[in-house]
T-cell receptor, first 114, second 115 residues
Framework: KAGVTQTPRYLIKTRGQQVTLSCSPISGHRSVSWYQQTPGQGLQFLFE???????NKGNFPGRFSGRQFSNSRSEMNVSTLELGDSALYLCASSSPRELQETQYFGPGTRLLVL | DQQVKQNSPSLSVQEGRISILNCDYTNSMFDYFLWYKKYPAEGPTFLIS?????DKNEDGRFTVFLNKSAKHLSLHIVPSQPGDSAVYFCAASARGNSGYSTLTFGKGTMLLVSP
C-alpha cells in the first residue's frame, strides 16, 4: 500500500507571496492532519480534516488554511508569507477504523521564505 | 504550556547497549501514546504505541513502558544499532472538545548510537 505523499518536496518563496502544498493520504484513510516543524519547536499541529470538514485546529493565524477533497486529498495554503513560515510542513493520515488513530506521515514539504 | 516534554535533547549510546528515551506529560486526559522516529529530511515514522489501559507494549527490539501515576513513558531499544540514530518524538493523544483525537508532540530526543 502506498504511503502518504506530499508535493512539492521543496519550495522557495519570497515574503508576501502565497503557497499551496498538497497531500495525498494512504488509500482508505479519511483523516488528514497538517503539522509545522521548525528547529527547536518540534511538531506543531496546524489542523485536521475528515470527510472534507475541518474538525480540529491548532493555534496558528488565519493566514494558514486548508481544505480536503472528496477523494481525501488535502491542500494547505499559506498566504502573505513571512520569514518565520520557513519550516518543514508535514502531512499525516489516519484511518478511523483503527481503535486508536495512529497517524502516518509523509516526507514533508520543505518551505524556505526569503 | 508544553503538555508533552522530552527533557533530554540528545542521548549517546554504544552499539549493543540499551537506549532509554524518556517522555513526561501533564494532561491526564491523554489515553494513547506513540513514539515516532525521524531521519533528517524525512517524515516521522511510526514505531510503537501504547494505550493507557496497558503499562507495557513490546515490538521486537522496542518496548514502551507507561507509568500513569507518574505521567511518564519511556522507550527502550535493546540492543541499540547504529541505524537507530535519529530523532525520536514522543506523542500523546486525547479526545478534544470536538470529540476527536489530536496528537501532541514532544520536541524530540536525538539518539546517536556509536559503533
Amino acid at each position: 500500500k502506498a504511503g502518504v505523499t506530499q508535493t512539492p518536496r521543496y519550495l522557495i518563496k519570497t515574503r508576501g507571496q502565497q503557497v499551496t502544498l498538497s497531500c495525498s493520504p494512504i488509500s482508505g484513510h479519511r483523516s488528514v492532519s497538517w503539522y509545522q516543524q521548525t528547529p527547536g519547536q518540534g511538531l506543531q499541529f496546524l489542523f485536521e480534516y475528515f470527510s472534507e470538514t475541518q474538525r480540529n485546529k491548532g493555534n496558528f493565524p488565519g493566514r494558514f488554511s486548508g481544505r480536503q477533497f472528496s477523494n481525501s486529498r488535502s491542500e494547505m495554503n499559506v498566504s502573505t508569507l513571512e520569514l518565520g513560515d520557513s519550516a518543514l510542513y508535514l502531512c499525516a493520515s489516519s484511518s478511523p477504523r483503527e481503535l486508536q488513530e495512529t497517524q502516518y506521515f509523509g516526507p514533508g514539504t520543505r518551505l524556505l521564505v526569503l | 504550556d508544553q503538555q508533552v516534554k522530552q527533557n533530554s535533547p540528545s542521548l549517546s549510546v554504544q552499539e549493543g547497549r540499551i537506549s532509554i528515551l524518556n517522555c513526561d506529560y501533564t494532561n491526564s486526559m491523554f489515553d494513547y501514546f506513540l513514539w515516532y522516529k525521524k531521519y533528517p529530511a524525512e517524515g516521522p515514522t511510526f514505531l510503537i504505541s501504547i494505550s493507557s489501559i496497558k503499562d507495557k507494549n513490546e515490538d521486537g527490539r522496542f518496548t514502551v513502558f507507561l507509568n500513569k501515576s507518574a505521567k511518564h513513558l519511556s522507550l527502550h531499544i535493546v540492543p541499540s544499532q547504529p541505524g537507530d540514530s535519529a530523532v525520536y518524538f514522543c506523542a500523546a493523544s486525547a479526545r478534544g472538545n470536538s470529540g476527536y483525537s489530536t496528537l501532541t508532540f514532544g520536541k524530540g530526543t536525538m539518539l546517536l548510537v556509536s559503533p
